[in-house]
């Protein structure tokens, strides 16, 4: 299961449900995905071909959503 948290601008931000515990989230788009932890701070954790804009577009909209991710999180994963 990968439920979607929000999309924006052409990324979709989701969840897997069967990964580790500390609170992530994948970002996906036409030119790659990525992986952005958002604990203990938000920051790439892996990159899968997004350009450095792709990334930075990203991380800008994480930083804006970032209470909805993590009501999102707790909600699906109980924490």
């Not at 954790?45 to 800008?60: D, I, K």
Request: net charge positive.
């Amino acid at each position: 299961m990968t439920p979607t948290v929000f999309r924006s601008r052409g990324y979709r931000f989701y969840f897997f449900s069967r990964e580790e515990r500390r609170i992530h989230i994948h970002v996906q788009h036409a030119t790659g995905e990525a992986k952005f932890w958002i604990e203990p701070e938000i920051k790439l954790a892996q990159n899968y071909g997004l350009s450095a804009r792709g990334v930075a577009t990203a991380l800008r909209l994480i930083r804006e959503h970032e209470g909805e991710i993590r009501a999102a999180w707790e909600a699906h994963f109980g924490r």
